[in-house]
Structures are given as C-alpha cells and as structure tokens.
C-alpha cells in the first residue's frame, strides 16, 4: 500500500511544490521541502550557512550555543509557512485579492505568494559574514548582512537566475523585496518573516533557547499561529497580520521571552566583551581581505577561526592581543552596567564614569560597550504612550477590531525598550574589582 | 567635545537633514512628524538610508526613526528645543560638527539632495506634509499594480480611500501636479 502523506497541502499548490525532501529539525521536527527549494539549499551560497553560528562565540558562555545559520533559516522557512498557511486559512480570498494587483502574482497568486515567503524565511540571512552580527559593524563596513541578502537573492550574479527559472520569472525581486521594503500590497507577506509576530523572531527564540539550554525563550508559539488571523484596514486598504482576543496571552510570552532572552542570553555581559574583542581583532586585519561582497561570502567561522587561533599563538600577528583574549579566554571584568530602566541620558552619565575613572586608574585599560540602539522588545503602541510612535497591532474579538496595546496590561507596563551599556576593566583581582566598581557607581550617582 | 556613542551613516544623515531644515527655515518648528516625511522623500530620492516605511495615522512612518533621534540627543547632536513632551522641535546641537566630519564622505555624497527635499518641503507644514508623501505612498501602490500609467485618477482615489475627505480636491490636485513637477511621481 502506497504511504499517504500526513499532511494536506493546500489546494492551490501545483505539483512542483510537492514536498520531496525533508530534513530533521531539533526544534520543528521535519522540515519539508520541494526540488526546487532543494537546489537553493544545496547551493554554495546557502551551504555556506551551515558554517556560520547563529550566535558567534556565545559558545563560550553557554557552551551548547554552536547551531548555525543553516539550521535557523530552514526553521524561518518552516515558521513562515506555518503563519501563511494560518492566515491564508482564515482569509485567503482577501489575501488573493490583494496579491493579485501584483504583475508577476496575477496567476497562481496564492502559490507564488507562499513561495515568496518561504524563499524570503530561507534566504533572509544568506548575507551574513562570519561570526554574525559581531564582525558585520567592520567586515561588511556598516552595510549590514540584510544588503548582502537582498544583492544575494537579486543579483544574477548570484542566486536570482536560478530563483526566476525555478520558481516564476519575477520570483527573485519579489522575494528581495520583503526583506529590503515590499509593494504595500505585499506588506503582509513582509511581516510574516520579520514583524511584531514574526519567524525570524519565532524561530530564534526557540532554537537559541534549546541550545543555550535555557527556557526563558519558550513560548506556545503553536497556540499563537493558531490564533493569528487577518484584517483589512479600511482606510489604507493594507491587510494587516491581527490576533484574536484567544491569543493575547501568548503573544504576551513572546513579549517576556524576548525580553529575557535579550537580558539572559544576547546581551549576557561575557557575551558582550567577547563580541567587542572580535569586533577589535576584525578591525585589526588588513581591511583589503574584505572589501568585496564576494570577499565577505568567502569568508566563514570555520576559516576565521583558524586564523583567530594562529593570531593567538603569534606574538607579532595584526591583532594578536584580542586573538589571545578570545581563544585563551582571558576576559576583561564587568566593573559597570546601566541599569536596564534608564534612559538614553544614563549614556551621557556613562561618559562621565568612564572619563573620571580612566583619570584616576591610568594603568588599567577599560573597554566600554554601549550598543547603538536601544534594545527593542516590542514596538505596540499601549495609551499610556508620551509619544504617538507605537505600531498599532489589531486585535480581534468577534468581528470587532480594537488595539493590542489598549487590552493588554501586561504591554502596558513592560516598557517598549531598554538599553544596554557595560563599562569592563582588564583587573583580575576581585577586591579591586569591586572597589572600582563601587567607585563608577558613586561617579554615576554624582554625575 | 567627541562622540560618546557609535554611530551609523543614517544618524549622519537624519542628522543633516535637521540642520539643513533648521538653516532653510529657522523659524520653523521642526517636529517628529515633520522629521519622517523629510527622511521620507530623502530616502525616495535614493538617499541611502536604510529606513523601512509603512503607512501609519500621518501618513508614510519608520519606527526607527523615533530611535534614532533619541540616539543623536544622548550624544547632543540633535536636541529637542520643545517644553512640552507631547511635542518636538530639534534642532542641530553641539556635537553636530564632529558627527559631521565623521561622515563627511557620505554627507558630501548627498548634500544635494537633502538640499533640494528641505528647500522644498523644509517650510511645509506637517499636514501638508502627511498630504504629499501619502499622495506619494498611494502612487507607490498604484504603480505596483503594473502598466504604464495614466497614474493620477487611481492615484487620487487610492489616497482618498486613506484619507477620506480630510483634504480638498483643490488641495489634491494642486500638491499632485506639484509632484509631478517636482519629478517625483508621473502623470
């Protein structure tokens, strides 16, 4: 007897998307996958991936944190096709007919609409350089690894062509288009890969936290896609991503896991030191070894590593002192931090810190980290907002529309954002640690 | 004085547009809502700032911006002259030089172009504002749909379908030619 599938594609997918292969995930269980989203994945392009780590040297922290880029954008793809199939289930026909008004998606439009979003969750990182965001600021000279994304997928020079005669001729600027800014008819589409309920954001969480073997980052994320749904903002038109009331609480844990994630984990003070030693070891190196994209997709952890560890070993190589602190694990201390709660004028009183202490323990080298933004949890607008900045997320209950950020309390209290900033100082010994950083915080109360 | 924090070419150039709107019209009252639309056709006009726009109460909105503005006032690039927290009114401040020279490569680049949108648009009011870069964004989704034009009548009534009547066809009209003039929408 011939093996029936246990899932049910929908109606609209024609043979070709027929999902032929399929790999194990630790996080989704089996991912599956068509002929042709197979040549992507076997491509030199995206096989690169699986040498890169989805959290640079976090390793050294949580020592299970060695998954990759590979592993992320196949669970991305997964979680992006989970949201579609949800929301084209409870309404397909408005989503059609917005699609539609697009040239290249007149025809099988809700085939091509999920195949977009599928290669746009696969793709969305195939620009990143080695040791992810912490080498991006000096290897991709501050364009960032979404650029090289968007060039990767819609470049001939790269994977457009493959991407127009596989899929639909249109399919590759399509798909660069929701990660760079789509049509607004495609606005949707966009944030099912990168929005306030998204699978990037879905999808990391989870994985960072089954690696890192923590739990802060769990979440019911089934129950969540089970209650998204549509809504058509009357006076734009747009088809806008909405949760039913059902939902609420579960799009609040994926509020707090985000929020401890980025306090436990991705702004885990070690993890910072680590990331500006990097950051200084690439800053180091002759900058011609990357100043091509072609350069900086050559590049991968596994090379970079290799490099790092005889930069260690060589008194005289270009930035042996950083290349000694990573792979020896000497690490500056943390003798300062923000307090979470302050705002950006804490930064401006953080400089303060800094310069008197410089002044007063000349033989000691500090290092601060005051990363650019402020570290976004969530951007809903809630009404006790000052400022009329917030995203306007609908929730509905019955037919009726009315704002997350009005019904839930828990939005309303969790403030949008918060910064992040250490002060490290090379000292090993803890009592004079401690009264130094005793000293920065009588500073910063004064200051 | 130097520069506390890092810094990204956009802050350079969000910063440069504050100032050269400052210089063009000194009176004026500089706000967040002011700020977006300028940013706005700065980017339309190929200005490399990587701002992703959505429609929003006021028209054409980034998120990012608000955050990048609060940025620039932690290291006195920009400062907010206005009392009253509801509202903003920024304006160049004392770091705005270093930051400046920093960037002197990018902002040479597109001196130019922020020139033109603020001595354009610098004096406009914000609802005037909300009113041509939502004609704009209309466009934008009207030329999405394909063909080559006429675009104007599916333009007007794309933006009448987002701003019901809170504009005149008179000012429509009037605004949309001016687009056009201006080259940054077609007939």
Not at chain 1, 182 to 197: E, H
Not at chain 1, 224 to 231: A, D, G
Not at chain 2, 63 to 74: F, K, Y
């Amino acid at each position: 007897m011939p093996e029936t599938s246990q899932f049910r594609l929908p109606d609209y997918l024609g043979d070709s998307h027929e999902p032929a292969h399929r790999v194990r995930c630790a996080v989704h269980g089996f991912i599956r996958y068509s002929n042709a989203e197979r040549k992507i994945i076997d491509n030199p392009l995206f096989r690169r991936l699986r040498y890169i780590r989805q959290l640079a040297l976090t390793e050294l922290i949580y020592p299970g944190a060695t998954h990759t880029r590979f592993e992320h954008s196949l669970g991305v793809m997964e979680m992006a096709t989970r949201i579609f199939d949800r929301l084209a289930s409870r309404r397909g026909g408005d989503m059609e007919e917005t699609f539609k008004t697009i040239p290249e998606m007149s025809e099988n439009t809700m085939a091509r609409a999920r195949q977009i979003c599928r290669l746009a969750g696969l793709l969305h990182d195939v620009g990143h350089c080695c040791f992810s965001h912490a080498a991006e600021k000096v290897l991709q000279n501050d364009e960032g690894h979404e650029q090289l994304s968007v060039r990767v997928i819609s470049h001939e020079a790269y994977l457009q062509k493959q991407i127009d005669e596989d899929f639909f001729p249109g399919c590759a600027k399509l798909t660069a288009s929701l990660i760079e800014g789509p049509a607004p008819q495609l606005q949707i589409l966009s944030d099912i890969v990168s929005g306030q309920i998204d699978a990037d954001r879905t999808d990391y969480l989870l994985r960072d936290s089954h690696h890192c073997g923590v739990d802060y980052g769990r979440f019911d994320y089934r129950r969540l896609i089970e209650c998204l749904t549509v809504w058509r903002d009357e006076d734009t038109g747009i088809l806008e991503m909405a949760i039913n009331r059902d939902g609420m609480h579960n799009f609040e844990s994926l509020i707090l896991a985000r929020y401890q994630m980025n306090t436990q984990v991705y702004y885990h003070r070690l993890r910072r030191i680590y990331d500006l030693y990097l950051e200084n070891y690439f800053k180091a190196l002759d900058q011609s070894q990357f100043d091509t994209a072609d350069k900086v997709l050559a590049l991968n952890d596994f090379r970079a590593t290799v490099d790092l560890m005889d930069a260690a070993q060589n008194a005289d190589a270009p930035g042996h002192e950083w290349a000694d602190r990573i792979v020896n694990r000497k690490h500056h201390r943390n003798v300062f931090a923000l307090d979470e709660r302050e705002g950006s004028l804490a930064l401006k009183k953080t400089a303060t810190v800094l310069k008197t202490i410089r002044t007063e323990y000349p033989d000691i080298t500090f290092l601060e980290d005051l990363p650019t933004k402020a570290v976004s949890i969530h951007k809903i607008a809630c009404p006790t907002d000052q400022k009329d900045d917030g995203i306007d997320f609908p929730l509905i209950e019955g037919e009726k529309r009315s704002s997350l950020g009005e019904r839930s309390q828990l939005l309303e209290k969790l403030p949008g954002e918060f910064r992040v900033g250490y002060v490290f100082a090379d000292v090993s010994d803890r009592t004079q640690r401690e009264s130094i950083a005793l000293r920065c915080r009588e500073i910063y109360q004064n200051a | 004085m130097s520069l506390l924090l890092e810094h990204q070419w956009e802050h350079a150039l969000l910063a440069a547009v504050i100032e050269a709107a400052k210089r063009e019209c000194p009176g004026c009252y500089l706000g967040r809502t002011a700020i977006q639309k300028l940013v706005y056709f700065v980017q339309v006009l190929d200005v490399p700032m990587r701002y992703k726009f959505r429609i929003h109460h006021y028209g054409p909105f980034c998120d990012e911006v608000p955050s990048a503005l609060e940025w620039l006032q932690a290291d006195s690039i920009v400062e907010d002259l206005s009392e009253n927290d509801r509202y903003s009114n920024y304006a160049p401040a004392e770091n705005w030089p270093v930051l400046q020279e920093k960037y002197a490569k990018e902002l040479e680049l597109n001196k130019e172009t922020i020139q033109s949108v603020v001595k354009a648009m610098g004096g406009m009011d914000p609802n005037t504002l909300e009113l041509i870069a939502t004609l704009h964004y209309s466009f934008r989704w009207v030329q999405a749909c394909g063909g080559n034009g006429p675009w104007q009548n599916a333009t007007i009534t794309k933006f009448k379908e987002i701003k019901k009547d809170k504009f005149s066809d008179d000012e429509i009209s009037h605004w949309y030619d001016d687009l056009v003039a201006a080259e940054l929408i077609e007939n």
